[in-house]
């Protein structure tokens, strides 16, 4: 059984659907991520998986339970950072631990955890003097506080510095390998590819794909990035001929193709024919940033 | 109902001196300031041969609620809604309603020790007669607080930002403090002025004190006033208190 099931959700804003469809199940033990462009209706989803919204259509099961009929439970078992709220302002580091450890039957024990997240100095410090970086990791800690099933993470890494962006990567890596499952909410393409084992790009309300980071980035039209300096002009005509061709562009003397394996092999083909030298020839695979750009551009046309 | 969050909620209150200030010290201070004039420890034919300072115990207990119910109170809650505070909070075993209820017994248990200090200080400083009637006294004191926090939800319900709060709250304050007494006690209002008065929250509260203080059970007219408040401000609360 998932431990997320999100079937056919819907929900509107005043007439307006910002979600419009959505369907995923998560698995035990997994990383799964929600990508998508801004207003695209990723926290309205994940908002509804914490019990925080009641939706209007289709149903949302955490560990078999409905998050608002059942919300004690399953607020037992899923831990939540939410991408925008705040504490007490007079409230310290250490109290919050201690707090937020007595709402759960049986919660980690916060010391180490506050070690784990670089918050021990700041034990003694009040929420409102913590730096951003700072309480995004005291949220992360107070997700992990009750020693949840589930953890959802909404803008983890937002805030955060290169180095804290990495420690907390591993942090939720080491959470999973303890068999906790993760549904992780970002824009950070990065965050995505190197933390997900699935990702749900959603745009408009909708899931516009579904997959694994590698096979998102194998079925968007531009999977291979094809760039070179010819030695001798090509006639565009030959070009906009190749095979599976995403796109083209010419930048000062330099042509940059995306497309397939196909792609390139047909390129290598015409600069044979014309016998014409490609300079600085470099195919690389396309990120899943190109994958994610690809992806809700399709959706938006 | 978590202890874990009314400790909580009780420590962060010590923590904030304004709040702890007017609602707990102001009043008594004004009944100190009140009693070192000596013509206000005379006793008047006007205000049923009562000295001054005698009528203004009771207007000192009520100012302590108005204060922490109508200015702090409402602060306190919509910032909490305003900063997210009560979602974090829904999203854990422990309901957002805890919050709010943890935040009524610090502000109304603040504004009965208030209560109880301006009648100790009146007691032991000027000579005031502790209440006659002390069960109708804790009764009428009781509903005054649940009508002041009722009063002090209502605000927050209606206030999307804690700036509306403050401005709400202070709209509401000073009718109230009025009615209540503090510029003129009610004793020394006249009749009809009195009448109209006893119909407010703070006028039937601060009437019912006097009766109960000068050792009548408080008027049931009154205790009704003030029952029928705190149903209707409880409601509407209820009805259009937004959790985020």
């Avoid at chain 2, 207990?61 to 919509?78: A, D, R």
């Avoid at chain 2, 919050?99 to 020790?113: R, T």
Wanted: neutral net charge; proline residues 5%.
């Amino acid at each position: 059984m998932p431990v997320i099931e999100v079937t056919e959700l819907r929900k509107s804003y005043d007439g307006r659907p910002v979600v419009d469809g959505v369907s995923f199940a998560v698995e035990e033990g997994e990383i799964f991520g929600i990508l998508g462009p801004n207003g695209a209706g990723k926290t309205t989803t994940v908002e509804c998986v914490e019990g925080l919204r009641v939706p209007d259509a289709g149903h949302v099961r955490v560990t078999g339970l409905d998050p608002v009929a059942d919300h004690a439970r399953v607020a037992r078992v899923l831990g939540a950072q939410l991408q925008e709220s705040e504490l007490q302002a007079k409230l310290t580091v250490r109290e919050a631990l201690e707090l937020y450890a007595s709402f759960y039957p049986s919660p980690l024990d916060w010391a180490p955890l506050a070690e784990r997240l670089g918050l021990t100095a700041k034990l003694t410090t009040r929420f409102a003097k913590l730096s951003g970086g700072q309480k995004q990791r005291l949220f992360i800690a107070l997700a992990l506080i009750g020693n949840p099933r589930v953890v959802v993470l909404d803008e983890l890494t937002t805030g955060l510095d290169p180095r804290a962006r990495r420690d907390t990567w591993q942090l939720i890596e080491d959470v999973r390998a303890g068999g906790v499952t993760v549904l992780l909410v970002t824009h950070f393409m990065e965050e995505a590819q190197r933390l997900c084992d699935r990702i749900a790009v959603i745009d408009k309300g909708r899931v516009a794909a579904l997959d694994t980071p590698a096979g998102l980035i194998r079925r968007s039209a531009g999977a291979t990035v094809i760039s070179f300096t010819p030695s001798a002009p090509l006639d565009d005509r030959d070009l906009n001929a190749l095979p599976a061709l995403a796109s083209i562009e010419h930048k000062d003397g330099r042509i940059t193709l995306s497309g397939t394996d196909e792609t390139v092999n047909a390129v290598i083909t015409l600069l044979a024919r014309h016998r014409i030298t490609a300079h600085q020839l470099r195919v690389v695979d396309a990120t899943l940033d190109d994958a994610f750009l690809d992806l809700t551009k399709e959706a938006t046309a | 109902m978590s202890t874990a969050v009314l400790k909580t909620e009780i420590r962060l209150f010590r923590r904030e001196p304004g709040a702890l200030f007017w609602i707990l010290l102001f009043p008594t201070l004004l009944l100190v300031i009140l009693g070192s004039i000596p013509s206000f420890r005379d006793h008047h034919g006007d205000l049923g041969g009562l000295r001054t300072i005698d009528v203004y115990v009771p207007v000192a207990v009520l100012l302590g609620m108005i204060v922490g119910g109508l200015q702090s109170m409402p602060q306190t809650l919509t910032g909490y809604r305003e900063r997210g505070i009560l979602r974090r909070m829904a999203t854990t075993p422990v309901r957002p309603s805890t919050l709010l209820s943890a935040q009524m017994l610090v502000y109304g248990g603040a504004a009965l020790a208030s209560a109880l200090l301006s009648l100790a200080v009146g007691r032991l400083g000027f000579d005031v007669r502790l209440p006659k009637q002390p069960f109708g006294y804790v009764l009428a004191l009781l509903l005054a607080v649940l009508v002041a926090l009722a009063l002090g939800s209502v605000v927050s319900a209606l206030s999307r930002t804690t700036k509306i709060a403050g401005a709400i709250g202070s709209a509401v304050f000073f009718p109230s403090m009025f009615c209540a007494g503090v510029w003129l006690p009610t004793q020394a209002m006249p009749h009809l002025m009195a009448r109209i008065v006893g119909y407010t929250p703070f006028g039937a509260a601060a009437q019912a004190l006097n009766q109960a203080a000068a050792g009548h059970w408080p008027g049931w007219g009154h205790l009704g006033v003030l029952a029928m408040w705190i149903l209707l401000l409880t409601g509407a609360a209820s009805r259009w208190f937004r959790w985020e």
